[in-house]
């Protein structure tokens, strides 16, 4: 274990497999890009440039949060799940909230290194959060529907 790390990195547990292979990939590969983010939060000087480059790299993983939201609401539509419109609403809620706290990363000044690295671990455990107390819910239901 790397002791010069202040965040852990997100490890990827069988468990967290929905069955669906889609799906499971769109979480992996969201999982690797929290993890790229916090590894760049850990080594990024406070220079303008390098700070443009995270809020971009940060704006990226929003936008394909979002995708994915659309997608995952696809699938539930498609296979009748009875918590899709509250899934929805929640997120709708993430996207709303994400937005908020990325529009208070970039308008924050590179110098604040420490409040841009507290926001975006906001943004990380926001988006975390969701994954194992709202996509985790529906695992069941989505695998009975492909007669799993």
Not at 50 to 63: D, G, H, P, Y
Not at 80 to 86: H, I, Q, R, S
Not at 98 to 124: H, K, N
């Amino acid at each position: 274990m790397d002791m010069t790390r202040t965040v852990p990195r997100l490890l990827w547990l069988d468990s967290f497999q929905m069955g669906i292979r889609e799906l499971d990939s769109e979480h992996r590969e969201l999982f690797e890009e929290l993890n790229q983010l916090m590894d760049c939060l850990e080594q990024v000087p406070a220079g303008e440039e390098e700070q443009a480059a995270l809020s971009a790299r940060l704006a990226a993983i929003i936008t394909h949060h979002k995708t994915h939201y659309a997608h995952e609401e696809t699938l539930m539509a498609r296979r009748k799940y009875g918590g899709l419109e509250a899934h929805a609403r929640e997120h709708r809620r993430l996207e709303k909230e994400s937005d908020l706290l990325f529009q208070a990363f970039t308008e924050l000044p590179p110098q604040a290194g420490e409040e841009r690295r507290i926001l975006a671990l906001r943004i990380r455990e926001e988006l975390l959060d969701h994954f194992l107390h709202y996509d985790l819910r529906y695992k069941s239901h989505m695998l009975d529907a492909m007669g799993r």
